[in-house]
């Protein structure tokens, strides 16, 4: 090799020797440095804060690893890694100050009850959402801050479900003196309920800003919003003695925000309808107490090309953390001005909701009414569970027919569940009672009640229409058949309802007024109910083989003839068509073929209540010679047919009913006999038995 | 001459007599005076009567003559009054006849639907005749019958229809 080939190699190296010279030595010295540094950072926090490694990546950052911090009370935080951000400029005077330190896969433990768990990185990574994980690094140059990324808080687990729900925070807090401020965003992913209902959600962008100090051991927070897509939530408020026992009492409210805002009630095309909440989250880590108000004045609502409105939504709410359980103490509106709903109750565990609710639907008087109160239609109670599959428990459903009479139909073990097509549902119960139940003082006593075992409904819904498609309840050796629907529209609730049943054997069936009676017997029929101008309730009943006792018009035709055979009455057939208003109950037809009887009639009852009818009866009479005045009687006017027919109008109040003997060829042949005296003197006798004039 | 005192004096005569057909409440100036000395002499009697049955009596014809001078404000309360202190009788009916034609000639809905309810409060069987007749002439001299059928009752004052009553 020449001498100038050697000096150029020996000038190429040169750079590269320079450097190794220089460079040789930093290792070992920064190496050096971080021993020292962590040896003192160890030392001097004692058991406070430990970090097992310390690197100088480069100029103005450092990197901790596995950073151990432990909090009073043997609380601890942990952290894979640390980034510390620093000044040269600030080491050259002496001091390191820490502009900027990020810690990654935090995680804090034995805090309180909480189980708060690392999630590893591969999870999250699996999991997808660390793609933005740099985005979400805060800098907030003027103060000494920390950053969080993916800090990791493990929710405690939900029973049943394999999955726990995980907080993801991305967050910085920034400290001065005793000031502070925390800004950041949080991600959810996890089930919201437990094994049935458990649907796996994922929500991200919630993010949040609170101005705070620490006065003493607590913590006041000046300002603290929340923000999750349109709604944001603005509280104030405090936590006394943060590190040992927190307390929280924080005030909030939300921005109003607009229901045509709403992505997923856009198909609803909502016209007007502003929503605002106002609440207070009180207490301890171990029992928070979250109280809502929720207020909207108005809002239309498009249902398929159906309009809805609702009006004056008010709702008080508290939700309390042991068991997660939401009290609903009222939540109430008015549909289409005319209708009212208030719901009340509870929802234990609304990860996996129990449902103890009731709501009474209230019919508003007319504008013109306004005063009065409105009228309560239907109180519906729900008990039960809310998963998956849908609603499973019990459902009472109450119609308070009058002052003192109430019917109730009670569902056990009612399954709630959707149907094949949109908007159609399918309900099967196990357990259908019907009852009547007359209203004491203080409670309900059952008059009578229908027990069926099974029952099996199908609807759908189309707007504000209801089908009823398949209805059918077997029982009692029939069944008992349905179709119909219900409409409401233009504020009023026009339905229709067609009901069938076949073949009933019913034992002692206490039928409504005025046909009071108790009746047994196989009973077939249909009733249509009908409500479009007027509410109508029309229907045929038929029973055969019948039984029927306490029926009034039997009763006093028994006490005036002196037989009580008649009060109860068995034969082939009794036919009833009747018909029901609001203004009228029209019996258009009462036919009865019993042993010892036979009875056509026809009567109507209007609301004060008046009624008048006429009744056509016709006895053996051998059953009349059961009677000793009528043996006399009948001996008297030479009766000798066989089968007495008397034509009867009765008229009056129910409860003092007057009754005149309109046909009777018995009567005209016992005229002809004898004198006005004596025809007097049996009609007084007559009337003394019913408190005559 | 004396024509036309025979024309003049017959168009009063029939012009009085007409005023008195029109009015419902025509009572001579003669028959009032007589009333009004029966109904002193009955307050008068009232007050010293023992007998149950003539106070009744006496009360209800002081309640009938505010009725007949057309003080329908002394016949409410006088009616009333008497309904009070009785059982449910005849005269009840008679008292709620009347106060029902004062309720429906002030226009009174509610009150004359109550009274309904009183007046058809009692149930009663016709087998041999359409309806019952009660009859009462009252101490000043009033002959009423009272006609019962099971859907409406007819009250007659001296012959002619005083009310009738439907449910």
Redesign the interface.
């Known amino acids: 090799m020449s001498r100038l080939s050697l000096r150029d190699c020996a000038r190429f190296l040169l750079p590269f020797g320079l450097c190794f010279l220089v460079v040789a030595p930093v290792y070992p010295l920064t190496s050096f440095l971080s021993r020292i540094i962590l040896n003192q950072v160890n030392v001097s926090a004692g058991k406070t804060l430990q970090v097992s490694g310390l690197i100088f990546s480069r100029p103005g950052k450092m990197i901790l690893q596995e950073v151990f911090l432990e909090f009073p009370e043997n609380r601890i935080f942990l952290a894979d890694r640390g980034f510390v951000y620093y000044a040269l400029s600030d080491l050259w005077k002496g001091d390191l100050v820490i502009r900027k330190a990020v810690m990654k896969n935090g995680h804090i433990d034995r805090w309180k009850k909480e189980i708060v768990q690392n999630i590893q990185q591969s999870l999250i990574a699996k999991q997808g959402i660390h793609q933005k994980r740099d985005e979400k690094v805060f800098d907030v140059p003027e103060y000494q801050n920390i950053c969080f990324q993916n800090f990791a808080v493990k929710l405690p687990d939900l029973p049943g479900s394999k999955d726990a729900g995980i907080l993801l925070l991305d967050f910085c807090l920034t400290a001065s003196n005793s000031y502070g401020k925390c800004q950041g965003q949080v991600r959810y992913r996890g089930p919201i309920a437990e094994k049935s209902f458990a649907q796996k959600i994922f929500i991200q962008g919630v993010n949040f800003l609170a101005d705070v100090e620490f006065l003493s051991g607590d913590l006041l927070i000046n300002h603290a919003d929340f923000s999750y897509k349109q709604f944001v939530f603005r509280g104030t408020g405090m936590i006394r003695d943060l590190a040992y026992q927190p307390n929280i009492s924080i005030k909030f409210h939300s921005d109003p925000v607009r229901l045509d805002q709403m992505a997923n009630l856009k198909q609803l095309s909502p016209q007007g309808g502003e929503i605002s909440l106002t609440g207070e989250l009180i207490g301890n880590l171990e029992r928070i107490d979250f109280q809502s108000e929720l207020s909207m004045p108005s809002v239309e609502l498009n249902i398929d090309k159906d309009l809805l409105k609702l009006d004056n939504l008010t709702g008080r709410f508290r939700y309390q953390l042991p068991g997660n359980t939401l009290v609903v103490e009222q939540l109430s509106g008015i549909v289409d001005d005319e209708t009212q709903f208030n719901l009340r109750g509870n929802v234990i565990n609304i990860f996996s909701p129990r449902l103890d609710l009731r709501c009474d639907i209230f019919q508003r008087p007319d504008k013109r009414e306004r005063s009065r109160k409105a009228k309560l239609i239907l109180a519906a109670f729900f008990k039960g569970r809310w998963g998956k599959d849908g609603f499973l428990g019990q459902v009472d459903i109450v119609h308070d027919y009058s002052k003192d009479k109430q019917y109730r139909c009670r569902m056990k073990d009612l399954l709630f569940f959707p149907g094949r097509s949109s908007k159609s549902w399918d309900v099967k119960t196990h357990g259908v009672f019907f009852e009547e139940l007359k209203r004491e003082e203080k409670s309900s006593k059952v008059v009578q009640g229908f027990e069926f075992k099974t029952a099996d409904l199908k609807f759908h819904t189309k707007g504000k229409t209801t089908w009823l498609d398949d209805f059918s309840m077997p029982g009692y050796g029939g069944v008992v058949l349905a179709k119909g629907a219900i409409n409401f529209r233009n504020g009023l609730s026009r339905y229709f309802l067609q009901l069938n049943f076949e073949n009933l054997d019913l034992k002692n069936v206490k039928l409504f007024d005025p046909l009071t009676c108790d009746i047994s017997g196989i009973v077939s029929g249909s009733i249509e109910i009908k409500n479009q101008d007027v509410s109508v309730l029309r229907g045929t009943i038929a029973a055969q083989n019948f039984s029927l006792k306490n029926f009034a018009p039997l009763d006093k035709v028994s006490e005036f003839i002196g037989i009580d055979s008649l009060r109860e009455v068995q034969g082939k057939n009794v036919i009833i068509d009747f018909e029901l208003t609001d203004q009228k109950t029209l019996i258009s037809r009462l036919d009865l073929d019993g042993d010892h009887v036979q009875l056509r009639s026809r009567f109507d009852v209007d609301q004060r209540p008046w009624l008048d009818g006429v009744v056509a009866l016709s006895l053996p009479r051998a059953s009349l010679e059961q009677s000793k005045i009528f043996k006399t009687l009948l001996s008297i006017a030479r009766e000798r047919d066989q089968l007495l027919d008397f034509v009867v109008h009765v008229s009056g109040f129910s409860t003092s009913l007057r009754t005149e003997l309109i046909e009777s060829n018995f009567r005209d042949k016992l005229k002809e006999q004898i004198g006005v005296k004596v025809q007097r003197y049996i009609e007084q006798k007559v009337n003394q038995a019913v408190e005559g004039p | 001459m004396r024509k036309i005192l025979i024309v003049v004096c017959v168009s009063i005569l029939c012009l009085s007599g007409g005023c008195c057909f029109l009015s419902s409440n025509c009572v001579s100036s003669s028959g009032l005076d007589r009333d009004f000395e029966r109904f002193i002499s009955l307050r008068k009697k009232l007050s010293e009567e023992r007998n149950e049955r003539r106070i009744k009596n006496i009360e209800f014809a002081i309640a009938e003559y505010y009725f007949k001078i057309n003080d329908f404000v002394d016949a409410r309360l006088a009616f009333e009054d008497y309904k009070k202190n009785r059982l449910a009788d005849?005269h009840i009916l008679l008292a709620n006849c009347y106060l029902y034609k004062i309720a429906q000639t002030a226009g009174q809905a509610q009150i004359t639907?109550d009274l309904k309810?009183e007046i058809?409060?009692?149930?009663?069987?016709?087998?041999?005749d359409?309806y019952?007749s009660?009859k009462y002439k009252s101490l000043l001299g009033s002959q009423y019958e009272i006609l019962?059928?099971?859907?409406k009752i007819d009250v007659f004052l001296n012959g002619d229809v005083f009310v009738q009553i439907v449910?």
């Not at chain 2, 058809?120 to 041999?128: C, T």
């Open positions: 005849l639907e309810k058809f409060n009692k149930q009663f069987v016709l087998l041999f359409r019952k009660i019962y059928f099971v859907d449910p």
